[in-house]
């Protein structure tokens, strides 16, 4: 199963800057969820991170992550119950782990797994690769929560 941009957006309240998928590629529900974000030099970041010598930063390549892991959670059941209409809020990272720069023309293929989702939590790994190369792995702890209601 795979989501083009407008379908991430539906399921994502991350907007430009901060909405760091592109697509999703590959969905297996509950298990494994596969996205892309093409990096490219017009990103906001780049003017100082930095000048002459653009690199992505780390703590964004943990967020895209992240939010891989948002869509892969929100596309999965818990008791039964969809998760469609929940938030996820991170809450923690461990054991983050940097391999080489993400730079500007940079394809970032991103991987997450479940590794246990609670009513009120989920623990996931994420992988970052650029082609074949890992360039960054973290363990994920989000919390579950309610969407805004209606009347907001």
């Not at 017009?42 to 930095?50: L, Q, T, V």
């Not at 596309?75 to 809020?89: C, E, N, R, T, V």
């Not at 989920?122 to 190369?133: L, S």
């Amino acid at each position: 199963m795979t989501q083009d941009i407008h379908a991430v957006m539906a399921a994502l309240p991350h907007r430009y800057p901060f909405l760091l998928v592109d697509r999703v590629i590959e969905h297996v529900p509950g298990e494994r969820l596969v996205a892309i974000k093409n990096v490219t030099i017009n990103e906001p970041f780049f003017n100082g991170h930095f000048p002459g010598n653009p690199v992505m930063p780390g703590v964004l390549i943990v967020e895209a992550m992240a939010q891989a892991g948002a869509l892969l959670v929100k596309g999965s059941q818990h008791g039964g119950a969809s998760l469609a209409d929940k938030y996820l809020y991170l809450a923690g990272v461990d054991k983050a782990r940097f391999r080489r720069p993400v730079v500007p023309g940079d394809q970032l293929r991103l991987e997450a797994e479940t590794k246990a989702i609670r009513s009120t939590s989920c623990k996931m790994v994420g992988r970052a690769y650029v082609g074949d190369e890992l360039a960054a792995s973290a363990e994920l702890l989000s919390m579950i929560v309610d969407g805004p209601s209606e009347d907001a």
